[in-house]
């Protein structure tokens, strides 16, 4: 173990231990103990470089002092919050970020009434320097649509311009709930871009919704969170896309415990083991800690293959309300470097099964990175992320130079993946111990699919026919597939009506009339199941309440 991971494990360890009011201490999910390194998405944390700002010299409590105040944005002035970063054609990286100012009555408490701004730097870790107001807003997140409009999303609107340097337009989206409940509100919300164009987006509830080009009518298609099934207090998730899958990080503000999820599609989510985030990731290259009481508002700058290059949050010093007028507590905005996932290609051209005997796959040169060269190959081991996270996974066979890459055989044995898999994970570290990972599509996995969603039947007054309506916000046009639709009673479900479903196009639908099995009768909030393809692997299930 290095000199900084050793330094981190003491503070992560610490930050746990003396935890304060407004924290609770979650008990970890059974066999987080066993966990490798490189399992836990926290493990991604690098040290921070020092850019000729360390000072003691500044706002802030004695465990965040001395740091470097060029990292990110800060100014003893304002309190800053939350806000993503992105590269922009001029070279330079661009964040929204919003801020109200210090000497306000309220302290860190006057949020409702923040500013987002505009900032620039030469370096994705910053400095940023604010170059516009942009207006009324807090949580910011921005994204560019298809057809070039920058949007700035903040809660209960958004700005939208042609140019990233403005002039902005402050607008409202439209929701569509669709017949479900709002899950836990709509104010923090979280984009990514789909392959055509297309966004989904998280809300705050861990609620899935759709816009057709992230502009347009945003469309609910889930009835149900997909964070993980724990008593969490759940706020300020983050989705981003990569060329292999999408990814999700929620943070229990309460519990201070970040979890991470991945998905194929955007839209059905899996668990992974180990914590996203903790308090104490703010270590610089040399042993200098910057230990922020919370971490909230995680954004991530990109490369471009999607790959996470480095994490940016909101942190203050202390207890919210702690922070008061004029004092010497205060928030600002961070940037933390990640390892960056190598780039991997799984040669198999057949689905991988536990009977593969030969898994072959190539690691793609970078600059800075020769695979033949820096990969300590016996280290490695792929397969399902449930498998490597806990030392398991296929073992290396043989290894060849192909060019710059590398092309490297893994005895099929123990590599854990099934049909629910949709990506491999490698595992291991490079010639100096440091960790080295990726991620890989696998073939037989159809990545971009159809996304068939129901409204809530209606109804004839005779009740011996209804109607539902039937709408695609996948990609690609389905197949023609079946619909159940069950009455749930208090111990059992009934089969009320099926009927078969036409192929539909995307962001398109069609309405289905269809006769009752039995007359059926008005009941006030009467929960309905319905399921599209019942019993097939491409099952789609929800729950709606006539309202």
């Not at 706002?59 to 990110?72: E, F, L, M, S």
């Not at 889930?222 to 300020?236: K, L, Q």
């Not at 994970?425 to 440091?434: A, E, I, S, V, Y």
Request: net charge neutral.
């Amino acid at each position: 173990m290095n000199k900084y991971k050793f330094i981190l494990s003491i503070v992560l360890t610490l930050s746990c231990l003396f935890s304060t009011a407004q924290v609770t201490k979650r008990s970890r999910p059974e066999g987080w103990n066993q966990l490798v390194e490189g399992a836990r998405f926290m493990d991604r944390f690098l040290p921070m470089p020092n850019q000729d700002g360390m000072t003691s010299n500044t706002w802030g409590a004695d465990a965040v002092i001395p740091r470097d105040i060029n990292n990110g944005i800060e100014d003893p002035k304002w309190s800053y919050w939350g806000g993503n970063a992105r590269l922009q054609d001029d070279g330079k990286y661009h964040l929204f970020v919003c801020r109200w100012s210090e000497s306000s009555p309220r302290g860190h408490m006057a949020w409702p009434g923040s500013t987002v701004v505009h900032t620039v730097a030469d370096h994705s870790p910053g400095p940023y320097r604010v170059v516009e107001e942009i207006g009324k807003g807090h949580n910011p997140e921005w994204y560019v649509t298809a057809d070039n409009k920058y949007v700035v999303s903040v809660i209960g609107k958004y700005y939208v311009s042609e140019y990233v340097n403005g002039p902005w337009e402050c607008k409202k989206f439209d929701f569509d709930r669709r017949d479900r409940q709002i899950i836990d509100g709509l104010s923090n919300l979280t984009f990514a871009q789909r392959e055509d164009g297309s966004f989904v987006m998280i809300c705050r509830g861990g609620g899935v919704w759709i816009s057709q080009d992230g502009l347009s009518s945003w469309n609910q298609i889930t009835d149900a969170s997909v964070y993980p099934p724990v008593d969490g207090r759940f706020e300020d998730p983050l989705i981003w896309k990569t060329n292999v899958q999408y990814h999700l990080i929620v943070n229990d503000w309460l519990g201070r415990i970040a979890w991470h999820l991945r998905s194929k599609d955007g839209i059905n989510w899996k668990t992974e083991a180990g914590e996203a985030y903790l308090p104490g990731i703010a270590v610089h290259q040399d042993g200098t800690k910057e230990d922020w009481f919370k971490y909230e508002r995680m954004k991530v700058v990109q490369d471009e293959y999607g790959r996470a290059f480095q994490a940016n949050f909101a942190v203050i010093d202390t207890l919210k309300k702690h922070d008061r007028k004029n004092d010497h507590h205060n928030s600002k905005n961070i940037s933390i470097p990640l390892t960056v996932g190598k780039l991997m290609t799984v040669l198999n051209t057949e689905r991988i099964t536990k009977n593969t005997q030969e898994i072959r796959v190539r690691i793609q040169a970078e600059k800075g990175f020769n695979p033949y060269d820096d990969i300590d190959f016996n280290s490695l081991r792929f397969g399902a992320s449930e498998a490597v996270n806990f030392g398991g996974g296929s073992k290396v066979k043989s290894f060849k130079q192909k060019g710059d890459d590398v092309i490297i055989s893994f005895y099929g044995k123990n590599n854990g993946l099934t049909d629910e898999h949709f990506a491999a994970k490698l595992l291991g570290r490079n010639q100096q111990g440091d960790l080295l990972f990726a991620y890989s599509k696998l073939p037989g996995v159809a990545y971009i699919e159809a996304a068939l969603s129901a409204r809530k039947p209606v109804f004839n007054h005779q009740g011996t026919e209804l109607n539902i309506l039937i709408e695609n916000f996948g990609q690609v046009s389905s197949n023609i597939s079946s619909i159940h639709i069950y009455k749930i009673m208090k111990e059992r479900k009934e089969l009320i009506a099926k009927a078969t479903v036409p192929a539909i196009k995307p962001y398109e639908s069609v309405k289905l009339n269809i006769q009752t099995l039995a007359p059926q009768h008005k009941t006030k909030k009467q929960p309905y199941l319905i399921l599209i393809n019942e019993g097939e692997a491409d099952m789609v299930s929800f729950k709606i309440n006539d309202d």
